[in-house]
């Protein structure tokens, strides 16, 4: 799958949510790329809620409309006195925003491209718009859009509200050195439930840059103390990650291994013919996959091939599944990665294996945390997020870990590492509830 990215620059961007107030945007449309179409339109943004129409032309104008209604093509007048059209210049320090004439509906709700009377998008599944002014809504032209009528391109982004703070956290967690250091002796000391098994295996299982090479390097760099990249990390749109790998962990240079081996997968993708396989991950779970193995997306590892491990001990399955699931990316998870999801759910469960769940990138989603990586207990947005994938994906909020990775940084975080380090610890929890669960054969006493 592409990444698809947005044409607003930082400065567009600043001020077009200056006229939605505290939000965060997800694009759902690109018309260069789905296409300039109002099949593609409403494929992409029916149902979305409150969403934002961003038009581009050569003109340098940034222009749309925006409405807290959903799309629906129900061929009805739609009345929205939340709806305004707006135009923004590279000239201007404040965008241009033109509420609807009173008493008039805000647009038409048909088939076609989204139609607020005075602007028509898409008109007929061209790049380009109708412009009537004085229909729904007064605006002059030239401030519009400077009657340059062709697009160079058109999106649509739904618009999410970050709401305030909470007025208590959700989770309670202590932000200080002593915590720290507290969580590294925790995780360092950890011995598994079962004393044949040394380490626990905890498996990261997630789309294509999800962030998983990520969190391992980030938990790296923080028993490390210093930066660290030993598991390849990108943002491409195919999986970084093509083989099989287990890390260990050192704390410092040449030090002990803690008692915790990652396991990196490759990236989930929707299709069946990409992306890591589902048989793939259960014979992983099982241990029947060595290290390094090269994944084929086209074809799992056969039980009769040459790397396929058969002999296997509690000591090469997996103790514990974590999801890893970008926060940026909720809610425009598609159906058939949803599914994905499910089907490995599913077979995990059949395992009896506990399940995790990273939520990531929680600074990128959410400003107020971005300021402050403190306020992700408190974030009204992230905590919807996560009940979101809770519901989404079967997994108690319990289990629902939001964490920030390094990634642009060059020295450690405390609050950063104790996020970061008590997701770990709670995947060692997690890991012995799985020890707890297994059958170990007692040696047969012998009575006289």
């Known amino acids: 799958m592409p990444v698809i990215t947005s044409s607003l620059s930082e400065d567009q961007q600043k001020k077009l949510l200056s006229l939605l107030g505290h939000a965060r945007l997800h694009?759902?449309?690109?018309?260069?790329?789905?296409?300039?179409?109002a099949t593609a339109f409403h494929n992409r943004c029916d149902l979305q809620g409150p969403t934002v129409i961003v038009a581009y032309n050569a003109?340098?104008?940034?222009?749309?409309?925006?409405?807290?209604?959903?799309?629906?093509?129900?061929?009805?007048?739609?009345?929205?006195?939340?709806?305004?059209?707006?135009?923004?210049?590279?000239?201007g320090n404040k965008p241009l925003r033109v509420a609807g004439i009173r008493g008039k509906s805000a647009f038409t709700d048909g088939v076609t491209g989204p139609n607020y009377g005075a602007l028509v998008f898409l008109n007929g599944d061209q790049p380009g718009i109708l412009s009537t002014p004085g229909?729904?809504?007064?605006?002059?032209?030239?401030h519009m859009h400077g009657d340059d009528l062709v697009l160079t391109e058109c999106e649509v982004y739904r618009v999410e509200g970050l709401g305030d703070l909470l007025a208590k956290p959700w989770r309670n967690m202590q932000w200080t050195a002593e915590r720290k250091e507290q969580l590294m002796k925790t995780i360092q000391n950890y011995k598994p439930e079962i004393k044949t098994v040394p380490q626990a295996r905890v498996l990261l299982v997630g789309p294509v840059g999800a962030g998983k090479s990520s969190f391992f390097n980030s938990i790296n760099t923080v028993f490390r103390g210093h930066m660290t990249s030993q598991a390849i990390a990108g943002t491409a749109g195919?999986?970084?990650?093509?083989?099989?790998?287990?890390?260990?962990?050192k704390a410092g240079k040449g030090g002990d291994a803690i008692p915790m081996i990652l396991c990196d997968t490759m990236g989930l993708e929707e299709t069946a013919e990409a992306g890591l396989d589902i048989e793939d991950l259960v014979n992983i779970?099982?241990?029947?996959?060595?290290?390094?193995?090269?994944f084929n997306p086209y074809t799992p590892l056969a039980a009769d091939a040459p790397s396929f491990k058969k002999q296997v001990t509690l000591n090469d399955t997996i103790h514990c599944v974590v999801y890893v699931v970008d926060a940026c990316t909720v809610s425009i998870l598609?159906?058939?990665?949803?599914?994905?999801?499910?089907?490995?759910?599913?077979?995990?469960?059949?395992?009896?294996?506990?399940?995790v769940l990273l939520m990531t990138k929680v600074?990128?989603?959410c400003p107020l945390v971005a300021d402050d990586l403190k306020n992700v207990y408190r974030s009204v947005y992230i905590q919807k997020k996560a009940r979101v994938l809770s519901e989404s994906l079967g997994i108690p909020l319990s289990c629902v870990l939001p964490v920030k990775n390094y990634s642009e940084e060059l020295d450690l975080d405390q609050e950063t590492d104790v996020l970061l380090l008590t997701a770990v610890d709670q995947m060692l929890n997690y890991a012995d509830s799985f020890f707890e669960n297994q059958v170990?054969?007692?040696?047969v006493q012998k009575y006289h």
């Open 27 to 37: 694009l759902l449309y690109k018309a260069s790329v789905h296409g300039f179409t």
């Open 285 to 294: 779970c099982k241990g029947h996959i060595k290290d390094r193995y090269q």
């Open 363 to 365: 600074d990128e989603a």
């Open 440 to 443: 170990v054969e007692q040696p």
């Open 59 to 91: 003109a340098g104008f940034v222009f749309g409309a925006y409405t807290s209604k959903d799309y629906r093509q129900s061929g009805q007048e739609v009345i929205d006195e939340e709806a305004f059209l707006y135009s923004i210049t590279a000239e």
């Open 238 to 249: 195919k999986s970084v990650t093509t083989q099989f790998r287990t890390y260990t962990i």
């Open 334 to 355: 598609t159906q058939k990665m949803l599914d994905k999801f499910a089907d490995i759910r599913k077979k995990t469960n059949q395992l009896g294996i506990p399940q």
């Open 135 to 142: 229909t729904n809504f007064q605006f002059q032209a030239v």
